[in-house]
C-alpha cells in the first residue's frame, strides 16, 4: 500500500529533488556527464551571495532541512556538461510558510563560454527530455507523479531568463492532490542562479516570483561585477 505523506512533506521532497539535479555533485557517485569542479573560495562566496535569505521572506518562514540524494540519469550526450568547468557553487536553504516552499541555487562556471553552453544545452529539447526523465524517476521514488514538466513565459529580469512549471499529483491524508512547483533559471555573465517556488492545489503567485528573481538577479550582477 503506498505511503500516504502529508503536503508540506511532498512539497520538500519535490523541491530538494529540484535542487539536487540543479547542483552538481561533489561525490565520487556524480554522473560523468556533470560538470567538472575546480572551486574557488572566491567564487564560492560569490555564489553563496545570490541566494535567497530568510531575511528577503514574509514574516512567518523558517529554515527547514532539505536534502536528497545525488540523482543520477544518462541523457542525451549533447547535454552533457563533462567538457565545462564549475567554480563555484551554492544551494540554498529551504523555507518554509505552512506548504509553501521557497529556495535557491547557484553555479558560477569558469568562463563565460562555459556558462553559454551550459545554458543552451540546458534550455534545449533534449535538456528538457532529459530533465523530465529525471524528475520523473526521482519522484516516483517519493511515490509523486510528476504531470508535466514544461517552459512558461516569465519576464526577462536578467541577461538570460527562462522559466519552468512542473506539475504533480501525490496522494496525502486529504486525499490526491496537485502540486506546483516553479523554477525561474537566471544568467548573468559567467553564473546562473535558480529560484525554486512550490505551492500546492494552485501555481505560486507569479508577483511573489518576480520579486524573488529581481532580487537575486540584481545580487548576480553584483556578485559579477556588474
Given at each position: 500500500?503506498?505511503?500516504?505523506?502529508?503536503?508540506?512533506?511532498?512539497l520538500a521532497l519535490a523541491v530538494a529533488a529540484l535542487l539536487a539535479f540543479l547542483v552538481a555533485s561533489g561525490s565520487v557517485s556524480a554522473s560523468h556527464q556533470d560538470p567538472q569542479k575546480r572551486l574557488t573560495r572566491a567564487d564560492n562566496a560569490r555564489a553563496r551571495a545570490m541566494l535567497v535569505t530568510r531575511?528577503?521572506?514574509?514574516?512567518?518562514?523558517?529554515?527547514?532541512?532539505?536534502?536528497?540524494?545525488?540523482?543520477?540519469?544518462?541523457?542525451?550526450?549533447?547535454?552533457?556538461?563533462?567538457?565545462?568547468?564549475?567554480?563555484?557553487?551554492?544551494?540554498?536553504?529551504?523555507?518554509?510558510?505552512?506548504?509553501?516552499?521557497?529556495?535557491?541555487?547557484?553555479?558560477?562556471?569558469?568562463?563565460?563560454?562555459?556558462?553559454?553552453?551550459?545554458?543552451?544545452?540546458?534550455?534545449?529539447?533534449?535538456?528538457?527530455?532529459?530533465?523530465?526523465?529525471?524528475?520523473?524517476?526521482?519522484?516516483?521514488?517519493?511515490?509523486?507523479?510528476?504531470?508535466?514538466?514544461?517552459?512558461?513565459?516569465?519576464?526577462?529580469?536578467?541577461?538570460?531568463?527562462?522559466?519552468?512549471?512542473?506539475?504533480?499529483?501525490?496522494?496525502?491524508?486529504?486525499?490526491?492532490?496537485?502540486?506546483?512547483?516553479?523554477?525561474?533559471?537566471?544568467?548573468?555573465?559567467?553564473?546562473?542562479?535558480?529560484?525554486?517556488?512550490?505551492?500546492?492545489?494552485?501555481?505560486?503567485?507569479?508577483?511573489?516570483?518576480?520579486?524573488?528573481?529581481?532580487?537575486?538577479?540584481?545580487?548576480?550582477?553584483?556578485?559579477?561585477?556588474?
Open positions: 500500500m503506498a505511503t500516504i505523506l502529508p503536503l508540506r512533506r511532498l531575511a528577503d521572506l514574509p514574516p512567518g518562514f523558517l529554515a527547514q532541512r532539505g536534502g536528497s540524494e545525488d540523482p543520477h540519469v544518462d541523457c542525451d550526450p549533447s547535454v552533457s556538461e563533462s567538457d565545462l568547468t564549475l567554480t563555484g557553487e551554492a544551494d540554498g536553504t529551504q523555507f518554509a510558510l505552512g506548504p509553501v516552499l521557497v529556495s535557491s541555487a547557484a553555479q558560477i562556471y569558469r568562463s563565460r563560454a562555459d556558462a553559454d553552453s551550459s545554458w543552451r544545452r540546458a534550455t534545449s529539447a533534449a535538456g528538457l527530455r532529459c530533465a523530465t526523465t529525471l524528475l520523473r524517476q526521482e519522484f516516483a521514488k517519493q511515490r509523486i507523479r510528476l504531470v508535466s514538466l514544461r517552459r512558461v513565459t516569465f519576464p526577462r529580469v536578467a541577461q538570460r531568463t527562462a522559466a519552468y512549471r512542473i506539475r504533480l499529483s501525490a496522494r496525502t491524508p486529504q486525499g490526491t492532490v496537485e502540486l506546483f512547483v516553479d523554477l525561474i533559471a537566471l544568467m548573468h555573465d559567467r553564473a546562473h542562479a535558480t529560484v525554486i517556488v512550490g505551492t500546492p492545489l494552485a501555481p505560486p503567485q507569479r508577483a511573489d516570483e518576480l520579486r524573488f528573481a529581481r532580487l537575486v538577479a540584481g545580487r548576480m550582477a553584483t556578485a559579477m561585477g556588474g
